[in-house]
């Protein structure tokens, strides 16, 4: 595709249930990060990908948490037991390399409201 | 800790005029410094992106300055448009950090007709 898409756009869900969103890197990008944006907040970083593996975890703030990506392409990020502190904006970056030295190209977001 | 302040945190112009935001950061050792235009329900884009030996870098009607010595960036808007109402986010890389780049909570411009 043109850029990096996200789904879903929004997404409602009650306290307690699972939810999984899923991320479409450009083609090609190695690199693909997750980043959260609470209201007011700065952009929050949780996972990398390069390829497949997640080097860097660090930015997990709970084990509810979770991240896969298969086949170097699309990645889902996974919340159990959604809690309302939950609620934010998630957004997906790719880039050709590591973004330290790479532009990041961002996705237009998924909203998660938590009920 | 790495830090990455903005300020104002809003601010409103009249179409035409001109705006300097500015971005002061703790990040050490540092590696690059990006500005990014964030549209309201959309992601960041990128504007400008700038190592330590940068002082100046322009893209059309943004300039954005970096003092790596004061640890200090701004971004001006030349003749504001309509379209420039977003939040203007300040990122700093940490060298070595393979990706974990550090936001500014950004400054809400709107532009006023």
């Known amino acids: 595709g043109a850029g990096v898409s996200q789904s879903p756009s929004n997404k409602v869900t009650e306290k307690g249930k699972d939810v999984e969103l899923r991320c479409d890197p450009i083609?090609?990008?190695?690199?693909l990060y997750w980043y959260r944006q609470s209201l007011g907040q700065g952009l929050e970083f949780l996972i990398y990908?390069?390829?497949?593996?997640?080097?860097?975890k660090s930015g997990l703030p709970s084990d509810r948490f979770s991240a896969e990506r298969t086949g170097g392409s699309v990645s889902t990020l996974t919340i159990q037991r959604t809690q309302q502190e939950d609620s934010a904006v998630y957004l997906c970056?790719?880039?050709?390399?590591?973004?330290?030295?790479?532009?990041?190209?961002f996705g237009p977001g998924t909203r998660l409201t938590v009920l | 800790k790495n830090q990455v302040e903005q300020s104002p945190q809003s601010l409103i112009i009249l179409e035409g005029k001109n705006c300097t935001l500015q971005c002061n950061y703790t990040v050490s050792p540092f590696s690059n410094l990006r500005w990014y235009k964030q549209d309201t329900g959309r992601g960041p884009v990128s504007l400008t992106i700038?190592?330590?030996?940068?002082n100046t870098k322009s893209n059309g009607r943004y300039t954005a300055t970096l003092d790596a010595d004061t640890k200090q960036s701004s971004l001006h808007i030349t003749a504001s448009q309509l379209s420039d109402s977003a939040s203007y986010i300040c990122v700093v890389s940490e060298r070595g950090s393979q990706g974990n780049l550090i936001f500014g909570k950004g400054t809400k411009l709107s532009v006023k007709p």
């Open positions: 990908f390069q390829g497949n593996s997640a080097p860097d």
């Open positions: 700038m190592t330590f030996s940068e």
């Open positions: 083609s090609g990008h190695t690199a």
């Open positions: 970056a790719s880039s050709v390399g590591l973004a330290e030295y790479n532009e990041q190209f």
